[in-house]
């Protein structure tokens, strides 16, 4: 099996680190969420042979640049998007959208929806739907009336591993934090405090945090259009069903968005489900392809 290049795109003056693992159509192009970046998806790549994957780091994540000449934009995250579908001339692709990620699948396929072959989303949300509990590092920081309580815990080496310790917690992922080969330690601890590869990215998980409060109501403006139930594109939920936050009912109410989805639940699988059953996420997301395959000849 071919292991995953690493490439860096040019975008608007900055760069995307792009990883392409070589493969059969339909690319599946996955997205990372918040605060992690697109080793997320490490246990779940070589599960999906033989077909192609790319995952990339969004702008101020991972390896990818740190903003130097703008500032954070709600559409940044769509232009960086296609961005990566032009450079490497991806037409139709699979589109899987993880946790923060998830709204930015969900309105690229509903901005170009000639590019989207397959939808997939994992534990993640749209919109503020009835049982959508933020995890409270996430409330805190999304809050403007307590941004300098935030930005002083952030700025404290030890109020901010504090912060994720608890944060860890409350996700079942305490007992991984300390691990090589978790999931803390390879793609969620280098954002907030950096490694020998990468600065951190605190002041991107600051933006986007920022932005959540008018990002939801924006979700909550396209739902309330039915923009979603005049579409027949396949849509696949996967969640891992512990996920205390992102939980089956919001994984019931996204569904219910769309008029052509279909909705699994995975016991023994937390907020990333990718990484706790990969070769289950595999496993459905292969045979929504060979679906849609079908479907779309």
Request: negative net charge; hydrophobic residues 40%.
């Amino acid at each position: 099996m071919d292991e995953p290049t690493e490439r860096f795109v040019d975008h608007d003056g900055e760069t995307l680190c792009v990883r392409d693992r070589p493969g059969t159509s339909p690319a599946i192009v996955a997205l990372h969420g918040f605060p992690d970046d697109s080793r997320i998806y490490d246990r779940l790549i070589p599960a999906l042979a033989p077909r192609r994957v790319v995952t990339f780091d969004w702008l101020g994540y991972g390896r990818s640049s740190r903003r130097a000449s703008e500032e954070f934009t709600p559409t940044g995250r769509q232009r960086e998007i296609r961005g990566v579908l032009d450079a490497l001339d991806l037409d139709r692709v699979v589109l899987l959208g993880h946790d923060a990620s998830g709204p930015e699948a969900i309105d690229f396929t509903n901005t170009h929806p000639d590019r989207i072959a397959h939808l997939v989303l994992t534990n993640t949300y749209y919109g503020r739907s009835p049982h959508l509990r933020l995890p409270e590092m996430i409330a805190l920081m999304a809050d403007p009336a307590l941004a300098p309580l935030t930005d002083a815990m952030l700025e404290d080496p030890d109020q901010r591993a504090w912060l994720l310790t608890y944060t860890g917690r409350r996700f079942g992922i305490i007992a991984d934090t300390f691990s090589p080969d978790g999931i803390a330690v390879t793609s969620i601890i280098p954002q907030f405090f950096g490694d020998t590869r990468q600065p951190d990215a605190l002041a991107e998980i600051r933006a986007w945090t920022a932005d959540l409060p008018s990002a939801l109501t924006h979700q909550d403006t396209t739902i309330a259009s039915g923009a979603f139930q005049n579409t027949q594109l396949p849509v696949s939920v996967i969640f891992g069903r512990d996920d205390p936050h992102l939980n089956p009912h919001v994984a019931q109410h996204l569904s219910g968005l769309f008029a052509n989805a279909d909705l699994h639940l995975l016991d023994h699988a937390s907020h990333w489900p990718q990484w706790d059953r990969p070769d289950v996420v595999a496993d459905l997301i292969n045979r929504s392809i060979t679906g849609t395959a079908a479907i779309w000849g």
